[in-house]
């Protein structure tokens, strides 16, 4: 019921400020995160639940499939507010294996819009067509291709002007790859973390033969 979603909400706060009555005054004085989340909107990959991370920890944008399109006016002013106003240290780009956005992207079915959402998926595959096919199976398939673009997202948060600009002036910015497990509920670091525009270069992926 709809209801219970407020009941809850009344019950957590009244929780809150009994174990620490100044808990909601300092939260809304401040908002310092050191972290921003890019991830997939699924509902079962919760960023601050599955970190840890408690309210006004992690700066957060979800979306199908945690992408980052060139255009993508929504997703590029979170980037520059994380990184210019709150100024995060870490950009954290976190997919998870058994993605439906990702398995849609490649199903050979047509789904509307979303189409043109995934688009950037769907190249991503027809590019490691090859790599994929050496898989075992169409789930181990699927797997390294949410893994796949969880570092294609990588790539593509570094090459804005807002994390160009923040190397440029000296920042410490990191952004890296994880990937969340959904039967397991462990996150892997894909270790693709990128500081620098030397450790873009020098990770870099090209598909076999390419
Ligand atoms: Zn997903």
């Excluded at 939260?27 to 890019?38: C, F, K, T």
């Excluded at 570092?151 to 090459?159: I, K």
């Excluded at 039967?183 to 030397?198: K, P, Y």
Aim: glycine share 8%; aromatic share 6%; proline share 4%.
């Amino acid at each position: 019921m709809i209801e219970d979603l407020l009941q809850h909400n009344k019950t957590w706060a009244a929780e809150r400020v009994a174990s620490d009555p100044d808990y909601f005054r300092r939260l809304s004085g401040l908002q310092a995160p050191q972290y921003l989340w890019i991830g997939c909107s699924d509902s079962r990959v919760p960023a601050n639940v599955i970190t840890g991370l408690e309210p006004g920890e992690v700066f957060v944008h979800r979306n199908v499939a945690n992408l980052l399109h060139p255009s993508d006016l929504n997703g590029l002013s979170v980037l520059q507010f994380a990184v210019e106003v709150l100024r995060v240290s870490h950009i954290i780009v976190c997919g998870h294996y058994g993605c439906g956005g990702v398995a849609a992207a490649v199903d050979g079915q047509r789904h509307g819009l979303i189409d043109h959402w995934l688009r950037p998926i769907k190249d991503l595959h027809e590019r490691f067509e090859a790599d994929l096919a050496t898989l075992p199976d169409a789930r181990a398939r699927l797997a390294r291709l949410c893994e796949l673009n969880v570092e294609q997202t990588v790539m593509r948060v570094v090459q804005t002007p807002v994390v160009q600009d923040a190397w440029r002036s000296g920042r410490l910015l990191s952004v890296h790859g994880w990937v969340y497990g959904l039967d397991d509920g462990v996150i892997r670091d894909l270790g693709c973390t990128i500081a620098s525009n030397h450790d873009a270069r020098r990770f870099r992926r090209q598909p076999v033969g390419e």
